[in-house]
């Protein structure tokens, strides 16, 4: 059973700092890209970071790129989203995904978390 845990969400100040993690399992994690979408209220869905699977090659969004971070560990199943210098605007639930390529197309994507809420706060 393919499971997609999130954790690390939370209520932060404007220029604060958040860690992400999401924990798979049920599948073989190190051979699948892993992405990081989040929807704000009324939004559509939207791409934020992706990591090949050897963790090689990172793709992000302009609106997060300088600020955000993503990694990976493959002994742990795990994928992180380092997120500093937040904004209002980042204010959203956020879900981890996981793909057989690396793509900023969640239509693309296989597996879903059920999302962690980050709040970001003035």
């Known amino acids: 059973q393919v499971q997609l845990v999130e954790s690390g969400g939370g209520l932060v100040q404007a220029g604060g700092s958040l860690r992400l993690s999401c924990a798979a399992s049920?599948?073989?994690?190190?051979?699948?890209?892993m992405g990081w979408f989040r929807q704000a209220p009324g939004k559509e869905r939207e791409f934020v970071a992706a990591?090949?699977?050897?963790?090689?090659?990172?793709l992000y969004a302009d609106s997060v790129k300088g600020r955000f971070s993503i990694s990976r560990d493959n002994a742990k199943n795990t994928v992180y989203l380092q997120m500093n210098s937040l904004k209002l605007e980042d204010t959203a639930v956020y879900y981890c995904?996981?793909?057989?390529?690396?793509?900023?197309?969640?239509?693309?994507?296989?597996?879903w978390g059920l999302g962690t809420q980050v709040t970001v706060s003035s």
């Open positions: 049920g599948f073989t994690f190190r051979t699948y890209t």
């Open positions: 995904a996981a793909d057989r390529a690396i793509s900023l197309r969640k239509e693309m994507y296989d597996y």
């Open positions: 990591v090949s699977w050897t963790g090689g090659r990172t």
